[in-house]
């Protein structure tokens, strides 16, 4: 099986010339829930940002084996539109016409049935946040890559979330082709729901861990937030 994610000896440096990356690989083989972790300017953020195209490497190689969408940690910087259905519809891929069913099932999906209208100022930081899940879904993506989803949200939120993207990356009966996600946390708590979990230290990733075996080794160790 061909793998969903493959980051070939990867490297970046920022104009200052101070390495964000050096010759950092890593696959994801299958879908699921895989997490990230690692200090202040181990990589984490300029990883995803490298996966989804917003960066380039400057040495290295990323192959996809399908479309990334990055989901940001505040929603506020990714949503654009008035409303919950023009944002949606502006995220739709070209040459597909906007329909209300499409819309309609892209809000139920993340729970937001009902909310084609709904002002996006009106959203709580959650149902932001679930927004911009849906959008990035609705754009083709199988590959979500979340930057501290949770980071912003109240505790109650923060569960939705997390339970949304376990729910996608499952397979059901009702959703035969699992999505992927590659989601960067500062909470081992969060680590025990994942499908493995790997750390970036100094721009390098580490071996996949089960997500309890991380949070054991990353217990007592100071519990930077994710800045890389």
């Not at 505040?74 to 040459?95: A, I, K, M, R, T």
């Not at 721009?203 to 080794?217: I, Q, V």
Request: proline share 7%.
């Amino acid at each position: 099986m061909k793998a969903i994610l493959e980051v070939d000896r990867v490297s970046y440096r920022w104009p200052n010339n101070s390495a964000a990356l050096i010759n950092c690989s890593l696959q994801i083989p299958k879908p699921g829930l895989w997490m990230l972790v690692g200090g202040n300017g181990s990589g984490k953020s300029t990883l995803l940002r490298l996966i989804s195209g917003l960066l380039e490497p400057k040495e290295g190689e990323i192959r996809l084996a399908s479309i990334a969408a990055l989901v940001f940690q505040n929603p506020d910087h990714q949503l654009l539109l008035p409303c919950c259905g023009s944002e949606l519809c502006f995220h739709l891929p070209v040459g597909i016409a906007p329909q209300a069913e499409l819309i309609e099932a892209a809000l139920d999906q993340v729970g937001l049935a009902g909310f084609t209208n709904r002002p996006i100022h009106s959203l709580s930081g959650g149902q932001k946040q679930r927004l911009a899940i849906a959008s990035a879904l609705l754009s083709g993506a199988e590959l979500l890559l979340l930057d501290e989803p949770t980071a912003l949200l109240d505790p109650e939120s923060q569960g939705a979330v997390l339970a949304l993207i376990r729910q996608l990356c499952q397979q059901t009966a009702t959703q035969p082709k699992p999505l992927t996600a590659l989601w960067v946390t500062h909470k081992l708590e969060e680590l025990h729901h994942c499908d493995g979990a790997l750390r970036l230290e100094q721009g390098n990733a580490g071996p996949w861990l089960t997500g309890a075996s991380m949070a054991s080794a990353l217990e007592g160790l100071p519990r930077g937030r994710a800045g890389g």
